[in-house]
């Protein structure tokens, strides 16, 4: 820990002498030193998934721009592992980072005995959470899995399967950065800064708009379902994308290997970038706001332009439109360029999957 | 046909109005009453009112007419009081009757063994307009259906064909889809009344196919959905339609009910070929083992309909109309978008990073040259 002077004294005579002659009694045994825990700890990395290049993109630019994601797809595809593999390709955290994320273990009770944290958190609640235990609370009032993953990942598996009302109480926290937990002894503010992951699958069967397996959904079932997939929360998920199921034939003949390092490496790059154009640490493209976005992500002309025709030809929403452009400047960040550029428009615009889609899909079903 | 399926002709018969099509809405409402009866009612009394008037009297019962029946139709006081009531009732729901001799009912569909004598029509477009071709399949369907029927839809719209079909999940919508999205007219046949409760699903659909073709029901407004609405729905779409085409089915889809119906009515029944491991497709297989013309392209399948005799105009030269200049990527991209390609496929059938691949779909998109699909699949927008 830097920044902070430790004096270890052992008894009462130790803390006169040192105040009255300053003499230290011994050295702390510094923790800082300890080497960093072994990566085996990290459990997966990307070169084990095969065959979802596309997703793998895309969480890429998610972790990089520090964008919400979503995957939709039939059971099989791999989400679950994709998301596993996210924590590999996290950035390290700083050291104020760090502190923040130690101090929420301590409340609980985790902290590891190396000392400072080194991993950002990687929070899987299961899907019959309660509110409280989402959001926080209980006597005396203990943080929530929001908090938990303050400064990590939350990620929400099976997303329709959760109670809507838990879904719904996520959005205060994800807007604000914070939950105040208000009990009647008191009121108590835990931070909340975390990148939601969600997967869902696309109907209750899960095997909607799969070329080779039928879709047994009910019409009544597949729309209540379907109505899962939008709202308030899904509005604040900037990447939306779909993982098809993979074929065994894919499985063979794979296209690229990626390694969660190198993905990571790029990471690194892009949100340095964006701390160095918010001088702010911790700030990344996802957090701008409808006002700093249009003086912040400057499109080319070439690219405002395509811009303007997707939102005629796709019917986007406004706010559809600002997450294109967020989306659109951390790809920028990643190519390592000032100016977002039509290619980074024309990529942002295959991650909104549920934006555009649930007209054919509901119509189909 | 033989003699006692013929005896029956609909020429000559006057168009009703008034409280002449308020009278033929009676018959058309009273059970056991069918169009055959309807006609040899018309043919023994004159007029449908007259025919209604006489049953109120307990006129001798016609003895082609059952006991019942005449029971039913005789206990009405005020038979043209009731129709006229339908009749409102179904202006209200925005809907029009089109009885049998109309000059817009649909005139393939008068032609049929029993066809409905009233038709409750609800949208713009007129029944008489366009060649109608019969777009069925499977409510389960895989991607591959749905996929083809939107696609067969759109080719059928380009070639000045109207797309009929049943408004049911599966195949049906995409087909009803597939013609709305080129900017044809198409006609839902629905197996229930259309003031009958509608799921959410069927109210939208029915929405959208009424702005720009129609929704038609061969049953008086509230008439309930039955397990024997079903063909009677099936006989009216292979009735009003040139020919009829089927996209994807099992071995028991009702889809291939409405086929045997365009068979027996006499109307060509082509069908798309499938997996011959996929369950969806044993159905539309075996009706090609049967006799029925596969559909192995969209051109060669509107060439067909031309040389049957039915008015379609072959679409001009495929693709060469494209005016967009494309990079070389873009240009790789769309040469590997087919119908229905998943991502995988055109990843793999170039060697492209994934996220340039991804650019170029998205152009492709943006020029409207092919549309997304669920599950990450992309097909050419080909009108």
């Given amino acids: 820990m830097s920044g902070l002077n430790v004096i270890a004294v052992g008894t009462l005579r130790e803390v006169a002498e040192y105040l009255s002659s300053g003499a230290v009694p011994r050295m702390p045994r510094s923790h800082a030193a300890l080497p960093r825990p072994s990566d085996s700890i990290v459990s997966c990395d990307f070169d084990q998934v095969i065959g979802q290049d596309a997703a793998i993109r895309a969480i890429q630019v998610a972790v990089a721009g520090g964008h919400n994601l979503i995957m939709v797809g039939p059971p099989g595809g791999g989400k679950t592992l994709l998301a596993s593999c996210v924590p590999s390709i996290l950035p390290a955290m700083d050291e104020h980072e760090a502190l923040e994320v130690t101090c929420i273990q301590s409340i609980t009770g985790t902290v590891s005995p190396d000392g400072l944290a080194q991993k950002r958190p990687f929070r899987r609640p299961h899907h019959t959470v309660s509110p409280v235990g989402m959001l926080g609370g209980g006597n005396p009032p203990m943080p929530g899995e929001v908090t938990l993953a303050h400064r990590g990942v939350l990620y929400l598996d099976e997303f329709c399967e959760f109670v809507p009302q838990v879904i719904e109480s996520l959005r205060g926290p994800m807007e604000d950065g914070f939950i105040v937990v208000s009990r009647s002894h008191g009121r108590i503010g835990f931070p909340s800064r975390f990148m939601l992951i969600a997967s869902a699958n696309p109907c209750p069967c899960g095997y909607l708009g799969d070329p080779e397996r039928v879709c047994v959904c009910q019409g009544a079932a597949l729309m209540r379902y379907r109505r899962k997939l939008a709202g308030p929360v899904i509005d604040r998920i900037d990447i939306q994308i779909e993982v098809p199921r993979v074929r065994r034939m894919d499985l063979e003949r794979p296209v690229a290997i990626f390694t969660s390092d190198s993905i990571r490496e790029e990471v690194e790059r892009a949100r340095a970038r964006q701390g160095a154009r918010f001088s702010q640490r911790g700030f990344t493209n996802s957090a701008m706001g409808p006002r700093s976005i249009e003086s912040v992500a400057r499109l080319t002309p070439a690219a405002r332009g395509l811009l303007l025709d997707a939102v005629d030809r796709m019917a986007l929403s406004a706010r559809a439109y600002h997450k294109l452009i967020k989306v659109s400047r951390t790809i920028a960040d990643l190519d390592g360029i000032d100016d977002v550029e039509e290619v980074h428009v024309l990529e942002a615009l295959q991650y909104r999957a549920l934006d555009s889609e649930p007209q054919a899909v509901l119509s189909y079903g | ?383």
């Avoid at chain 2, 009003?240 to 889809?253: I, N, T």
């Fill in chain 2, 1 to 383: 046909m033989d003699d006692a399926k013929s005896d029956i002709t609909w020429d000559g018969v006057p168009e009703p109005r008034d409280a002449e099509l308020a009278s033929w809405v009676f018959w058309h409402m009273c059970p056991g009453i069918g169009p055959r009866s309807l006609r040899r009612l018309l043919m023994e009394f004159g007029t449908a009112a007259a025919a209604a008037h006489a049953a109120s009297r307990s006129a001798k019962r016609p003895d082609f007419v059952s006991r019942e029946a005449w029971r039913i139709a005789s206990s009405v006081p005020d038979a043209v009081g009731a129709g006229q009531s339908e009749i409102e009732l179904a202006s209200r729901h925005g809907a029009r009757v089109v009885a049998l001799p109309s000059r817009e009912y649909p005139p393939l569909l008068r032609q049929i063994y029993d066809p409905p004598a009233v038709l409750y029509v609800m949208g713009r477009a007129s029944l008489a307009d366009a060649p109608w071709i019969a777009v069925v399949g499977s409510r389960s369907a895989t991607s591959y259906g749905t996929g083809a029927a939107r696609y067969l839809a759109r080719q059928l719209t380009a070639a000045g064909a109207g797309v009929v079909s049943g408004m049911a999940r599966g195949v049906d919508s995409a087909a009803h889809r597939g013609a709305i999205e080129a900017g044809g007219v198409t006609v839902g046949v629905i197996g229930a009344g259309l003031a009958y409760q509608m799921t959410p699903r069927l109210q939208r659909l029915a929405g959208e196919v009424a702005k720009s073709g129609c929704v038609v029901s061969p049953f008086h407004m509230n008439y309930p959905a039955s397990r024997g609405t079903f063909p009677a729905r099936n006989r009216v779409i292979s009735g009003m339609a040139h020919a009829c085409l089927v996209v994807e089915a099992g071995v028991r889809s009702g889809a291939l009910v409405t086929s045997a119906f365009a068979t027996e009515q006499n109307r060509d029944v082509f069908a798309v070929p499938g997996d011959i491991n996929r369950p969806t497709s044993a159905g539309t297989n075996a009706l090609i083992y049967d006799g029925a013309r596969p559909v192995i392209g969209a051109r060669r399948f509107v060439e067909e309909l031309a040389a049957a005799g039915i008015p379609v105009r072959l679409p001009n030269t495929a693709g060469g109309g494209r005016t967009h200049n494309l990079g070389p990527a873009d240009e790789a991209v769309f040469e590997a978008v087919q119908s229905d390609t998943s991502f995988e496929d055109i990843h793999l059938s170039l060697s492209m990073p994934a996220r340039d691949v991804l650019a170029s779909l998205s152009r492709l998109e943006v020029l409207g040259l092919i549309v997304r699909g669920p599950g990450l699949r992309y097909s050419r927008k080909h009108c």
